[in-house]
Nanobody, 121 residues
């Protein structure tokens, strides 16, 4: 019943911006911390950003800090990732994830199907 559906991925030029969206359903969204991960071909899946249940606490990987912004809309059960100043190193499949707890514990129990982001030089 729990579903996480990413959207808004695509092709963008280096230096450009893209906003990803994750629509959640099948659970009480406000009770859970949410996060974004990404995986490039031949590489391990890596953490990108996370946000607590009310949005009061946010966490970012060093590689995206200052460029990406995670946010959530509990009324709409969505979590977004605003990506700015994109570089080819950001090219990957991006995944939405649900944490097991209301504050980010780095323990994921559900994943979305992923959305492709490609950044050209």
């Amino acid at each position: 019943q729990v579903q996480l559906v990413e959207s808004r991925g695509g092709l963008v030029q280096a230096g450009g911006s893209l906003r990803l969206s994750c629509a959640a359903s099948g659970f009480t969204f406000i009770n859970y911390a949410m996060g974004w991960f990404r995986q490039a071909p031949g590489k391990e899946r890596e953490f990108v950003a996370a946000i607590s249940w009310g949005g009061g606490s946010r966490y970012y990987a060093d590689s995206v800090k200052g460029r990406f912004i995670i946010s959530r809309d509990n009324a709409k059960s969505t979590v977004s990732l605003q990506m700015n100043l994109l570089t080819p190193e950001d090219t990957a499949v991006y995944y939405c994830a649900r944490d097991r707890r209301s504050t980010w514990s780095q323990s994921v129990d559900y994943w979305g199907q992923g959305t492709q982001v490609t950044v050209s030089s």
